[in-house]
């Protein structure tokens, strides 16, 4: 039955997505604010599914970040990058340049202005992000970035990049952790009915020397997913 209900979302996810895709096209010669606005509906439309064809459902605890602040979160699947479209205000989201490449989807993640970066080119991949950045914070945007960089297996070792330590102490920025346990339920194809718990831990004030920030960060961060992903194994 969960390949069933797994596969009635895959073409859920296959139907909406193509739908608001084309649908949306006119967006893409308007200002970000409305290719934003086309991914919260598309976002809805897909935890929607997941509620109606898998059981799975979200929580969130803790005060959602409002304006522009930098919310770095774990990384364990697609639900998070697609939750974030409605959990902050406009995120921008950092990403890997190459899924700029995808037709459709890196149309509107251009139209969107999210952050691409190419991490093959190192001290100008810093700087474009560090611009980036500044910009989003210009238009009073969250930031949201993955500090491991890209999705992580749930047992796996931390592994943080000085990508976040860098944003937080260029552009200024408070930082919000999130942690959440996405990866118990969410798989690449199966999909476990649950309650995916996000939760927002207190804020890292902007000053911090680098180093310290980078340690309070990571602490945060892997004490509360431990926690969650613990937390959402005890209910399968």
């Known amino acids: 039955m969960l390949y069933v209900r797994s596969a009635l979302f895959l073409i859920w996810f296959i139907f909406i997505t193509l739908l608001v895709y084309i649908g949306s096209l006119p967006s893409l010669l308007m200002p970000w604010r409305a290719s934003v606005a086309c991914g919260r509906a598309w976002a809805w439309l897909m935890l929607l599914g997941l509620k109606i064809f898998c059981g799975l459902r979200y929580e969130v605890?803790?005060?959602?970040?409002?304006?522009a602040v930098l919310v770095?979160?774990?990384?364990?699947?697609?639900?998070e990058t697609v939750a974030a479209m409605l959990l902050l205000d406009q995120p921008a989201i950092v990403m890997k340049r190459e899924l700029l490449r995808i037709p459709l989807y890196g149309w509107y993640t251009q139209a969107m202005e999210m952050i691409p970066v190419d991490r093959?080119?190192?001290?100008?991949?810093?700087?474009?992000?560090?611009?980036?950045g500044l910009h989003a914070r210009d238009q009073n945007r969250a930031i949201l970035i993955f500090p491991e960089g890209t999705r992580k297996e749930l047992d796996a070792a931390p592994d943080y990049k000085p990508g976040a330590a860098m944003l937080y102490t260029q552009l200024g920025m408070p930082c919000v952790p999130m942690a959440h346990n996405s990866?118990?339920?969410?798989?690449s194809f199966l999909k476990l009915p649950g309650i995916i718990v996000v939760e927002f831990l207190p804020t890292i004030p902007p000053g911090l020397p680098r180093r310290e920030f980078a340690e309070t960060l990571e602490k945060a961060v892997e004490i509360a997913t431990s926690k969650l992903v613990a937390e959402g194994r005890a209910t399968l």
Do not use: C, N, T, Y
Request: avoid cysteine; glycine fraction near 16%; proline fraction near 6%.
């Open 61 to 67: 605890r803790g005060p959602k970040p409002r304006g």
């Open 72 to 79: 770095a979160s774990k990384h364990f699947s697609m639900w």
């Open 120 to 132: 093959e080119q190192g001290a100008r991949a810093i700087r474009a992000l560090r611009d980036a």
């Open 183 to 187: 990866g118990v339920f969410f798989g």
